[in-house]
């Protein structure tokens, strides 16, 4: 691992959208400086390069890795190669940062742990909705004892009409996405959960998905995963989370619409004894005895990017975990697969 200077120097693998906001975070952070890019695409990177300027533009990673002044790698290429480009970016000594998922299988993660332990290398997986500001607050009001004993979490996140398809189809094809709504929006909604929940370990996960909307896929493309997934995780202590997750869904008018016109509902709610926290709208709801206490409540101010970002950098130069660890990146994989799992088999499995 090379010595990191006052500077830390970043570089971003895969140019799309998640790349862009990386690099605004990167601008944002102090102490932090996008020195290169690589995709490739050429209009990709001659777009990405004429916005954010990073001093190198490369086409394939391997040569982005190979730069001795690069520090630390952002992947955000698509979901089966988040595995190979992190293992080749800790073979080269960097810092990873990896969107989400973290990799497509659980027993792939184990792999990215132990390399980046033995080498004393920071790893921190694409989890921006941990520093959105209404999920600050939560945090801070859930460690600060106001909910009581939280027993139960809601987690949802479902779209009327919204399949994402991807460059060549990867979204729709399970051996390059690792599955759908699942692994695409359940990440979100169950990781948001289970931090406000203070990441608690799994004992046992029931869950189905289902695959029901293949009309809506653009004609002759594969399409091998699930466009929706409903279950329940049971975690040490008793407590439980249930969520609810689809691409596509008749959903019912309570679900109300986005910019499109299209119903989608994006919602966490943590439920203690002393309290329940809701993050859309954000609200707290007390128990005062004989009634309860509705408070309307207000997120932190910053991006959640920028957030993501600063702590990432911050673990770098201090040695210490990321909010989002490599231990709870193995943990979460666990889940997900076990969703899976459980939707094959029929049956709960127990981690």
Not at 16 to 22: I, L, T
Not at 41 to 52: C, K, L, M, P
Not at 207 to 224: A, C, I
Request: charge should be negative.
């Amino acid at each position: 691992m090379k010595a990191i200077g006052d500077t830390i120097q970043l570089g971003i693998v895969g140019l799309g959208w998640p790349g862009h906001r990386h690099a605004e975070a990167i601008a944002a952070t102090p102490g932090a400086r996008l020195v290169a890019c690589a995709d490739l695409g050429e209009q990709r990177r001659e777009e990405f390069a004429r916005v954010h300027r990073p001093d190198k533009v490369y086409v394939e990673y391997d040569e982005l890795l190979a730069d001795p002044d690069v520090d630390a790698v952002i992947v955000g290429l698509p979901n089966y190669l988040h595995f190979p480009a992190t293992m080749s970016a800790l073979a080269a000594g960097k810092h990873v940062l990896c969107e989400k998922p973290p990799t497509l299988h659980a027993a792939d993660m184990r792999k990215v742990r132990a390399r980046a332990k033995s080498d004393r290398l920071v790893y921190s997986f694409g989890r921006q909705a941990r520093f959105d500001g209404r999920t600050v607050v939560a945090r801070r009001l859930i460690e600060s004892g106001r909910l009581g004993n939280i027993y139960f979490a809601r987690a949802l996140f479902v779209r009327s009409r919204g399949i994402p398809v991807g460059i060549g189809g990867w979204f729709l094809d399970k051996s390059k996405a690792g599955g759908g709504a699942l692994i695409d929006l359940g990440v979100h909604a169950i990781d948001t959960a289970w931090y406000l929940m203070g990441c608690p370990k799994a004992e046992t996960v029931s869950g189905t998905v289902f695959q029901h909307f293949g009309s809506l896929v653009p004609e002759r493309m594969h399409y091998d995963v699930e466009d929706s997934a409903y279950g329940q995780i049971r975690f040490e202590g008793g407590a439980a989370l249930h969520f609810e997750v689809s691409w596509a869904a008749n959903l019912s008018d309570d679900i109300p619409s986005n910019a499109q016109g299209k119903r989608e509902a994006h919602n966490t709610i943590v439920y203690g004894d002393a309290a329940t926290i809701r993050l859309s709208p954000f609200g707290l709801f007390e128990n005062t005895g004989d009634t309860v206490r509705d408070t309307r409540l207000e997120g932190a101010v910053g991006s959640n990017f920028a957030g993501q970002m600063a702590n990432f950098v911050d673990a770098i130069r201090t040695g210490q975990d990321p909010v989002n660890s490599v231990d709870q990146a193995v943990d979460l994989m666990d889940m997900l697969e076990a969703v899976y799992r459980s939707s094959k088999s029929g049956r709960e499995v127990v981690l």
